[in-house]
């Protein structure tokens, strides 16, 4: 891999170059953007590329860049024209990265400011989908895995191979796992991952010395650290009644930080052989799902979905009403911020059949229809040049999905941060879109049937009123229905 | 004859002059978009790719639709349960209110409070008060010896407990209404009635319940329309469940529409609850006839 900083001064020195030959075009380069919606006009104004070209620069299709093509197109917004860019994200505690981020952009490139929107996680998405629809969505967004495929197959997403190959940046200067999952099945990238996120199993030491229990990274360390050592550890570390209880672990309603590493660890898996049928209702997955709920209602270790609408999962670690959860990388900047009165340590998650968990990353989209797009791909290629991305991993958010910077998700606290690290190795992705998308549609499009089913079914057997097999014979009749109709 | 009818039609125009401006905000916020309704419900579309015209693919689908027919069930099933309770508690606070006692417009401000309070905030704050384990209802339950239901967590108990929001929400409102009727209402009718020697029961048999039947029949429509239109408390207090026990019709078009992208098919359900609400109106209208006095 070749030293992606000298890229980015590269692409700086090229930015400046067409920034000088833009005020030297001076108004013509204003007529041009004028004559934009007006083409045939457009074309005299243009001198080396061919007629048409001009008219369909503002729409920011990547033309294989020649040199003499690039000044024509890009400079025309990124750096002459004042610009304003939307940046749509979901959790704010992102939020002192990206604008730490924005104003070493806005320094660089005078003239494009970067303004964040923060919109809740169950927002996020159809907020964006119903911009679209209206032509005018955020410039840049964060995307997850589902909703990259969605939007691409909905031509949503503005095409970034080409400008990344113009930016001197390969598909290998990637972590492959954070890279993977964005390949959308025609081969082609719609977004660019900046960190990868994996589970762990964070626990509250000062609680387990009171109960003394042993800690999982020793457990860990000595190769006994299984379900039966966690479903033990929780019994022994759930304590008190009403409001004084203290739960010794979380099973939660949630694929990314729930069942599916439950599923993935019991050898289970999300969808069969062929991405046709869902495999919620196979017998390894079942047996995955009914340990989790007999923590919950057998075992009663981990509160119930009631009782989590009172309090949350955080604010009960954080209360130390809660002595284990499965935590994301991604919980760490919180954790360290409110974390003030205990001890707290990460490890792996327990194995069943195997240890492995989750992985997921995020991603930047382009909006294809932004008028803005230029700007807005040297505001994502600079989001992941070494320095900006790095943050991601120092913040404590995830891995950064730049492999020169994989490293810097490594400072504690917590002690054995390295555990996230660790739990990349062999873990698994949610390909479904990917792979889904080989046979017919990516799942994406039909996603918010999927997970919202999913959530309630799973939530059925978690509150105690359906078995596992019932709730997950139902579902899968549902999901396989959304996937059928998904084809057709 | 000719300088009439210019007067009239001049002063016709100045009439349409002053309902333009809201006749303009009504027809472009309201009726052009729901005849887009019945149009997008023709369509099968995903805010996403290109709509593709389906004709009543979603009329036939929505006709088989399981989901759709339990919405369609529970939303029947509320207007029954919080409709009365609503009217009922309204009519019983307007009697009350209507009593001259000291500092009675204090209550009045007080009973109309809950009308004017934002439903979110009304909604979140009875989710507490049902909370299962810290609920202040399952603690005065418990005090009783009672081990109360989880409520809003409860398949059985999740629909009449958001009913007995709903009619607490609106029953300040309706009141208000139901007072202003009982109070057109002549004395001298009661003193007729008193003296032809009608106890209180039969004076509010024979005297209040016609008299009041105009503003009566008004609270039903709203409270109707009101009911079948249900949203905001499901939305915030279960967002439709458990297992779709609160799912109501307008929720499932709100889902369908922007949690499942289907919009065409959102819009198709929109169309019907559209003219099953303006059935029941019309019905209604029909009804008051029956019922209604006028003096």
């Known amino acids: 891999m070749s030293d992606p900083i000298d890229h980015s001064t590269a692409d700086q020195r090229r930015f400046t170059r067409r920034a000088a030959l833009h005020v030297a075009l001076g108004l013509m380069g204003a007529s041009l953007l004028a004559a934009c919606s007006t083409p045939p006009a457009a074309a005299p104004t243009s001198p080396p590329a061919p007629a048409a070209k001009p008219t369909a620069a503002p729409a920011a299709q990547p033309t294989p860049a020649t040199a003499a093509a690039a000044p024509t197109t890009a400079p025309a917004r990124t750096s002459g024209q004042p610009a304003k860019l939307r940046y749509a994200l979901w959790d704010e505690a992102f939020l002192p990265i990206v604008t730490s981020t924005f104003a070493d952009f806005t320094a660089r490139n005078p003239g494009i400011t970067v303004e964040p929107e923060i919109v809740p996680f169950d927002d996020h998405f159809t907020k964006l989908q119903r911009e679209f629809a209206g032509g005018n969505a955020a410039d840049v967004f964060h995307l997850n895995t589902a909703n990259a495929a969605a939007f691409a197959f909905g031509k949503q997403l503005l095409p970034i191979d080409d400008r990344l190959t113009q930016a001197g940046l390969k598909r290998d200067d990637f972590l492959k796992e954070s890279l993977d999952i964005y390949v959308y099945p025609d081969g082609k990238l719609y977004a660019l991952p900046f960190y990868l996120d994996s589970m762990g199993f964070a626990y509250n030491e000062d609680l387990l010395a009171k109960a003394k229990v042993p800690m999982p990274k020793e457990l860990q360390a000595q190769g006994k650290w299984d379900w039966a050592a966690l479903r033990d550890m929780a019994k022994e570390l759930t304590s008190g009644d009403g409001p004084d209880k203290v739960h010794g672990f979380l099973a939660q309603n949630d694929g990314q930080t729930g069942y599916f590493n439950f599923i993935f660890a019991n050898d289970g898996a999300l969808w069969n052989e062929d991405y046709t049928k869902t495999a919620l209702d196979s017998p390894a997955d079942m047996e995955a799902l009914q340990f989790m709920a007999d923590l919950i209602l057998k075992d009663k270790t981990s509160p119930d979905p009631q009782a989590l609408q009172t309090q949350a999962k955080l604010p009960r670690f954080y209360a130390q009403k809660l002595a284990t959860f499965m935590a994301g990388s991604f919980n760490v900047i919180n954790l360290r911020k409110n974390i003030t009165d205990f001890h707290w340590d990460v490890t792996l998650m327990p194995k069943s059949k195997k240890q492995v968990g989750f992985i997921h990353a995020l991603a930047h989209g382009i909006y294809a229809k932004s008028p803005n797009a230029d700007a807005a791909w040297e505001l994502v290629k600079f989001m992941s040049t070494p320095d900006q991305v790095k943050k991601w991993g120092t913040e404590g958010v995830g891995v950064p999905a730049l492999k020169s910077q994989a490293g810097a998700f490594a400072s504690p606290p917590p002690a054995n941060i390295q555990a996230f690290v660790d739990a990349i190795n062999g873990a698994k992705a949610n390909l479904q879109n990917v792979q889904i998308g080989k046979s017919g549609v990516p799942l994406g499009v039909r996603d918010g049937v999927v997970t919202t089913n999913r959530g309630k079914q799973i939530g059925e057997v978690f509150s105690g009123r359906q078995s596992v097999e019932d709730a997950m014979k139902a579902l899968a009749a549902e999901m396989n229905k959304a996937l059928e109709e998904t084809k057709a | ?295």
Not at chain 2, 40 to 58: A, K, S
Not at chain 2, 280 to 294: F, K
């Open chain 2, 1 to 295: 004859m000719s300088r009439d009818w210019r007067r009239s039609l001049r002063a016709a125009a100045v009439g349409y002059a002053f309902l333009g401006a809201p006749l303009a905000g009504y027809i472009v916020f309201t009726i052009v978009p729901v005849l887009g309704a019945f149009y997008l419900g023709l369509l099968r579309w995903d805010l996403l790719t290109e709509p593709r015209f389906v004709g009543l693919d979603n009329v036939g689908r929505l006709l088989t639709d399981a989901k759709f027919w339990n919405a369609l069930k529970n939303t029947v099933v509320f207007c029954l349960g919080s409709v009365p309770m609503a009217i009922g508690g309204g009519l019983a606070l307007a009697l009350l209110m209507n009593q001259a006692v000291p500092g009675i417009r204090v209550f009045r401000g007080i009973y109309y409070i809950p009308y004017v309070t934002s439903w979110v905030a009304v909604a979140l704050v009875w989710s507490w008060l049902f909370d299962r384990d810290y609920g202040l209802l399952n603690f005065v339950l418990r005090v009783g010896g009672i081990s109360g239901p989880a409520w809003l967590n409860d398949p059985t108990w999740a629909l009449p407990a958001i009913m007995l929001v709903f009619a607490w929400k609106w029953m300040g409102f309706y009141a208000l209404i139901l007072l202003a009727g009982l109070q057109s209402i002549p004395r001298s009718l009661y003193e007729a009635a008193s003296i032809d020697g009608a106890g209180a029961w039969a004076r509010f048999r024979n005297v209040t319940l016609p008299l009041l039947s105009p503003a009566t029949f008004f609270v039903v429509v709203t409270a109707l329309i009101n009911a079948l239109n249900v949203f905001d408390p499901v939305v915030v207090m279960t967002q439709g469940g458990p297992n779709d026990a609160t799912q109501t019709v307008v929720k499932y078009i709100v889902d369908n529409a922007f949690q499942f992208f289907q919009i065409g098919y959102a819009s198709a359900v929109a169309a019907a609850t559209f003219v099953l609400i303006l059935a029941l109106t019309l019905g209604q209208n029909w009804l008051q006839r029956v019922w209604v006095y006028y003096d």
